[in-house]
């Protein structure tokens, strides 16, 4: 984020009232030469699906799906102001758009964003998971969140959203929300009722999502 920051600041692309850079994955790629193109387009996959950036299409051919990005500052200052003792990187406070204040405002034929992403599951997952929890800054950690999610037959975001209070609460960070989905899936946990009913007190000749998830802590300390 802080690489893409620099690069609008730098940038002369301004429409609709943001400033705009581009590039395809081959070149991205030589900008982060030690990750792969895979992991580039996993990236920039989860900071759309938190909406941490803007997605849009100024390409002067209406073939070219060349994706153009901004900075969604709104929500990134929203996440770096979360209360101190949440799990999470440390991240700068106080960015700021790098629109400038006389910026003009261009209508383009082709414009493209990712506002019907508002209404999937994954992405109201991610979001909320960011907010409330970790910002999901491993790809592989985001391909595996989205890979449970999507394994959930219905009410996904509000199993995740049952799974991600949960883990707040027992001041459970990103690894464990993982495992805690990834054992409700293999347990059947069909929808938030499930969910639910995964938490509460059981007969002692059950397991809870306590006593299964113990059994994976030293799998996951060796993360």
């Known amino acids: 984020m802080q690489q ?3 690069w609008l600041n730098n940038s002369k692309h301004k429409y609709d009232g943001k400033t705009w850079i581009f590039n395809s994955y081959p070149e ?5 030469p030690f990750w792969s193109e895979r992991t580039i387009k996993r990236t920039f996959g989860s900071l759309e699906k938190q909406n941490l950036l803007h997605v849009g ?3 002067k051919a209406g073939f070219d799906r060349t994706k ?8 990134l200052n929203k996440l770096v102001a979360r209360p101190s003792g949440q799990n999470g990187p440390t991240m700068r406070t106080n960015w700021h758009d790098a629109r400038g204040q006389n910026d003009p405002t261009n209508t383009i034929d082709y414009t ?3 506002k019907h992403r508002e209404t999937d599951d994954v992405s109201k997952s991610f979001k909320y998971i960011s907010t409330n929890l970790e910002i999901i800054q491993n790809p592989l950690k985001a391909e595996q969140l989205e890979h449970e999610i999507k394994s959930f037959k219905q009410d996904q975001f509000e199993i995740v959203k049952v799974a991600t209070d949960y883990c707040k609460e ?6 464990y929300l993982l495992t805690v989905l990834k054992n409700w899936n293999k347990e059947g946990v069909s929808d938030k009722e499930s969910a639910e009913n995964k938490l509460k007190p059981r007969n002692s000749k059950k397991e809870t999502t306590d006593d299964v998830i113990a059994q994976m802590e030293k799998e996951l300390s060796d993360d």
């Not at 991205?28 to 982060?32: C, E, H, L, T, Y």
């Not at 027992?170 to 690894?175: E, Q």
Request: hydrophobic letters at 20%.
């Open 57 to 59: 299409n100024y390409n």
């Open 28 to 32: 991205w790629q030589k900008q982060f």
């Open 4 to 6: 893409i920051h620099y």
């Open 170 to 175: 027992n001041n459970k960070g990103l690894n």
């Open 68 to 75: 153009w990005y901004s900075i969604n500052y709104e929500t």
């Open 112 to 114: 493209e964003t990712n």
